[in-house]
């Protein structure tokens, strides 16, 4: 098992530019989240999605975009990225209480 | 709505000695409490977690913490700690609810001095 996955490991943007981080789970989780921490901050939610076609708004959702096509994906994208948006990405999935974290990608807008 | 403090930003520490991580949290309604380590340039891994039951939780590598529901607090400890437990600690709590949203502290930088 590879367990959650994230592509790409590493980007840098420029202002204004759009991308897409891609997640994936081999574990057949039903719900999936995507995360960014920022030093001293901690992790804040963006988004969620508690099944296969469904998603919701975290804490910090302005700015992004979500879509759960597929049971194992769960895609954020940013459609005009700003430097606030500098941060590490981390997806989760978990079938209940307990959350098993991606490796990140680390996210650089200039 | 949940918060979570965690009252430590950093953490030094001799290798050998006990430590204390301090988590205070607030919720009005009942919650699942966790804590998660992040090793550096790694995803966070789930330490130990209460959901029920006996207030001292024990988790993987030696750490426990105590749920104290009268002091809202999660404080996680070890007896001894070793040069490989130097990592960011998050405390976090999650509400019952569908979907299980969690809600993180800052994080605890723990640094093990030889």
């Not at chain 2, 930003?9 to 009005?28: D, G, H, T």
Request: glycine fraction near 8%.
């Amino acid at each position: 098992n590879a367990g959650v996955t994230q592509t790409p490991k590493f980007r840098v943007l420029k202002t204004g530019q759009s991308m897409t981080l891609l997640c994936a789970q081999d574990m057949n989780h039903e719900y999936m989240y995507w995360y960014r921490q920022d030093p001293g901050m901690g992790l804040r939610l963006i988004h969620y999605s508690v099944g296969e076609g469904t998603t919701a708004k975290g804490e910090v959702p302005d700015g992004y975009n979500v879509s759960r096509l597929k049971k194992q994906n769960f895609l954020l994208g940013l459609e005009s990225a700003a430097p606030s948006q500098t941060s590490v990405y981390f997806c989760a999935s978990s079938y209940s209480e307990t959350q098993y974290f991606g490796p990140g990608t680390r996210l650089l807008v200039l | 709505a949940q918060s979570v403090t965690q009252l430590d930003s950093q953490v030094p520490v001799f290798e050998e000695a006990p430590v204390e991580l301090r988590c205070n949290y607030s919720s009005s309604v009942s919650v699942y409490l966790f804590w998660y380590v992040q090793y550096p340039n790694q995803g966070l891994q789930l330490l130990l977690k209460y959901l029920s039951g006996s207030t001292l939780v024990k988790g993987i590598n030696g750490f426990e913490a105590e749920f104290n529901k009268s002091q809202t607090s999660f404080h996680l400890r070890k007896p001894s700690v070793h040069i490989s437990d130097t990592a960011e600690y998050f405390c976090a709590v999650s509400d019952l609810t569908g979907g299980f949203k969690t809600i993180f502290g800052a994080g605890t930088r723990l640094f093990v001095k030889a």
